[in-house]
């Protein structure tokens, strides 16, 4: 079954892209003359020219499946193949072994399940399962528990004769999600129940002074109410289904299979299952982390198109030498800025700017991205201001413990010189690299299958004055060579005879670049370089968003063919709507004349869309045999007097944002600012509604919610209590050091799946029952543990959002985090241990007060 795809219809001959995807016999394919061992797997090659009827083709069965060349699909370019009845022929292939958006046989569907479940995967699967269903046959059915609350109650005795019913009612019990409560009267931190005075003032309930040790409450100020909470016994059977499910997940996300379906798709059962509620399975989709995250995509994008990445590494960060300088003079700034300005917003800022520095420094983004949000994590434990997880702290342990807003840097500040040192020796060793790198795809290109192309320095773009090798255009993915126009050796003297390469470019200077369409689009993205046609791009008009660039093939009876109209260029925009960039693919351009332009050769235009497709889409049928438009390939909109005033109004108004969302005293949230924000780009023609879409990452967003889905399950079945009583009871009569490193551990393990503010929230109280129970256990040294573990998560891309945005563009996958993360955090803590036992060594600190 041989499918033709459109617009591939020329005068007498008819061109499709077979793919073979097993092994056939050549009697399969008319016109076809290679031997049988010739054919492979995953080779593409046209049909021969010739009048032929397309049901004659359908008549041949392949014994896998046949597909037609996707529009618009960048995973597909044109390459030279075999010629064919004595022409050179040129035809789209694929880049990767199947195409994604056609429909998969019952073979090749058999086959991916087969790879999705492996008897490997199955085996550790059970395994997993099994050990899950031991522990939890072992374990006190009793424990399984989770705080639930009642308001407006008259006092603690009311409060404890309440507690008392809900183990007698149990219709009651189920009101809040249970079967029975826990009533305990020792004052110890397992209490159940305890009250604290909340106030209900302006519709938003507020508590303050929480402490499970309040027999009495006292009400000061108007709308304050006594709030009474309890523990309630949850259902067995739903904790193990919840653990059961969850361990499943986990290992199948660590088996690279995509973690939105399974987070989202496990959370669902356990919605079916009625352990948690249809409003909480979406309730991470409509929170303040996640719609800030999805505005921060698009606002992003608008940065990037400024080009105020260029100034920034240029003048801020520098030039390093080596990748351990360019990691200190990254991590120390965003460390600092973290201190003050909200995470998020400062990694959607740097992502860009280091992507484009890393280009430069001949760096993968994937050795500096993962770095940047450790060192975010780092910089927003220095201070209280630094994040959300800090005033949750601040307010759980409050009043026993005053936190200031400099308190956290006395052991902040040397943990984060400390782990900064060490995240960047180790950025360097193979335990950091991104598996999801696809620059291996470009690899394999070569100049047989590339386009020359020249470049021409611009003066003051930032490459003056620097070498080859120290702008880092060798390292875009796609560029195959680079070489100068017009210098040898010879011409700068002996001592660069081995090469021209580190020779200080000068302004106007010209470089020969082979590269692929990819490398093409990233290296016009490069600040410093043009196009040496670039005013010939320019005619095209100023509807930059509409103009893209076009592979095409050159039809057998084209007038490329047989007249100078490529050599033109006032016919080609007046009667194409076009302007020539490269071509022919494969041949080595040594002056500006292009080749000779065979039937069959591929070439690349840049072209208005609207105008072709208004005035010029017959000339273009006739011309081209194929034509594919490639994505995400319109010209950067920089350098006029308007798009300078765009990216000033840009960059004044993301500082703005962060400077406001930074502060809680301004009010304003970074999901709402942003949206304000968001919709100012749209209004300025910064952005489009279609770019606006387009650019956020629907699978982080729903990775997110998903985890906070399964977040929610693990605090109602009781799991999270469970293991945070059982944790802390094993290690309270370790000392200083052994109860320290409980809760570090404690709040790291909890904050890998649940959000890192209910993570402190739920061990808070804990923390300051232990610090009232051993006076030689000072409480600030405990809230300061607390919030270095459960603000730094370095294992797992799910228990940090930083660490899932900067997933796409460093290319990581779930291991990546594993490999390297998991030696970041074993020294983390035990830099933490160290500098908080120095502490009280030196210091000692404040005992915990006496509540009443």
């Not at 008549?59 to 010629?83: C, K, Q």
């Not at 740097?350 to 940047?372: D, E, Q």
Request: glycine share 10%; hydrophobic share 45%.
């Amino acid at each position: 079954d041989i499918r033709f795809p459109q617009n591939s219809f020329s005068k007498g001959s008819i061109w499709a892209t077979i793919s073979i995807m097993h092994e056939a016999h050549p009697s399969s394919f008319p016109g076809a003359e290679r031997p049988a061992q010739n054919l492979q797997p995953g080779v593409s090659f046209p049909a021969a020219g010739g009048q032929h009827n397309s049901d004659e083709y359908r008549g041949h069965a392949l014994l896998g499946h046949t597909r037609t060349i996707p529009h618009g699909e960048d995973d597909y370019e044109v390459g030279a193949l075999p010629s064919f009845d004595g022409i050179e022929t040129q035809s789209i292939q694929s880049s990767r072994g199947d195409d994604a958006s056609a429909p998969l046989t019952p073979f090749q569907t058999r086959q991916k399940l087969l790879e999705a479940f492996s008897p490997v995967r199955l085996g550790c699967l059970i395994l997993l399962v099994l050990g899950g269903m031991i522990c939890m046959a072992v374990v006190d059915i009793k424990k399984f528990s989770a705080w639930a609350h009642a308001d407006n109650v008259q006092g603690y005795e009311a409060c404890l004769t309440f507690c008392a019913q809900l183990q007698t009612d149990d219709k009651l019990a189920a009101t809040f999600g249970g079967h029975s409560a826990i009533c305990d009267t020792n004052l110890d931190e397992n209490q159940s129940p305890y009250v604290e005075v909340c106030n209900g003032l302006g519709g938003k309930k507020s508590c303050r002074g929480a402490t499970r040790l309040a027999h009495e409450a006292k009400l000061e100020k108007p709308g304050d109410f006594v709030r009474c909470n309890f523990k309630v016994v949850k259902p067995f059977w739903k904790a193990l289904v919840t653990s059961l499910i969850f361990i499943s997940v986990i290992g199948l996300i660590i088996q690279d299979l995509p973690g939105q379906i399974l987070l989202m798709g496990g959370a669902s059962i356990l919605c079916l299952l009625d352990i948690i509620t249809r409003d909480e399975l979406f309730k991470g989709i409509s929170s303040s982390g996640v719609t800030s995250l999805a505005v921060l995509f698009p606002i992003s994008e608008a940065i990037q198109e400024t080009g105020i990445m260029d100034y920034v590494v240029g003048r801020v960060l520098g030039s390093p030498k080596t990748a351990i300088g360019a990691l200190f003079c990254m991590m120390f700034p965003v460390a600092l800025l973290s201190a003050f300005l909200n995470n998020t917003a400062t990694v959607a800022l740097m992502i860009p700017i280091l992507c484009t520095w890393a280009r430069r420094l001949n760096l993968h983004p994937g050795k500096l991205l993962m770095p940047l949000s450790f060192a975010a994590q780092l910089g927003g434990s220095l201070t209280v201001l630094g994040s959300s997880t800090c005033l949750v702290t601040q307010s759980v342990v409050a009043p026993a413990y005053m936190m200031q807003t400099f308190d956290l840097a006395l052991v902040g500040a040397p943990l984060m010189i400390s782990m900064t040192f060490v995240i960047a020796i180790l950025a360097n060793t193979p335990l950091l690299r991104s598996s999801a790198d696809d620059g291996g795809r470009d690899a394999c290109v070569d100049a047989s299958n590339a386009y020359t192309v020249i470049f021409v320095v611009e003066h003051g773009g930032g490459l003056a004055g620097k070498s080859i090798d120290e702008t880092g255009l060798k390292r875009v993915p796609g560029v195959v060579s680079i070489d100068r126009v017009g210098l040898s050796a010879s011409d700068v003297g002996d001592e660069t005879a081995r090469g021209l390469d580190v020779v200080p470019l000068e302004p106007d200077d010209q470089l020969r670049i082979v590269t692929s369409v990819r490398g093409l689009i990233a290296l016009r993205s490069q600040g410093g370089i043009r196009l040496q046609n670039a005013t010939h791009l320019e005619l095209l008009g100023g509807r930059r968003r509409s103009r893209f660039l076009y592979e095409v093939s050159v039809a057998i009876e084209s007038e490329f063919c047989c007249t100078q109209i490529i050599t033109s260029i006032e016919r080609l925009r007046q009667e194409l709507g076009a302007a020539f960039v490269a071509g022919p693919k494969g041949t080595d351009i040594t002056n500006p004349e292009p080749h000779e332009v065979l039937p069959g050769s591929a070439l690349l235009f840049e072209a208005d869309e609207a105008w072709v497709d208004l005035h010029a889409r017959g000339r273009w049928q006739l011309a081209f045999s194929l034509v594919r438009q490639i994505p995400k390939s319109s010209p950067l909109r920089v350098g006029g007097p308007v798009d300078d005033l765009r990216g000033l109004v840009v960059v004044i108004g993301m500082v703005v944002l962060i400077g406001l969302c930074s502060f809680p005293q301004t009010g304003v949230r970074l999901d709402f600012g942003g949206a304000i924000f968001l919709m100012m780009l749209v209004g300025i023609r910064s952005l489009t509604v279609e770019q606006v879409f387009n650019t956020v990452n629907i699978n982080i967003l729903l990775i997110i919610s998903g985890a906070m889905a399964f977040g929610e399950a693990l605090q109602k079945t009781g799991i999270v209590s469970y293991i945070a009583d059982n944790l802390m009871a094993a290690t309270v009569d370790l000392g200083k050091a052994g109860v320290i490193g409980s809760v570090y551990a404690l709040s790291v393990v909890l904050s890998m799946f649940i959000n890192n503010g209910a993570t402190v929230a739920i061990l808070g109280p804990m923390v300051v029952s232990i610090a009232q129970k051993d006076p030689t256990l000072p409480l600030n040294a405990l809230a300061w543990t607390l919030t270095y573990g459960a603000g730094s998560c370095f294992t797992t891309p799910l228990g940090y959002q930083t660490n899932l945005m900067v997933m796409p563009d460093g290319k990581y996958k779930m291991p990546d985090f594993l490999r390297f993360g998991i030696f970041i955090q074993i020294i983390h803590m035990a830099f933490t241990l160290g500098f908080v036992m120095a502490y009280l060594q030196l210091w000692g600190g404040p005992p915990a007060k006496p509540l009443d």
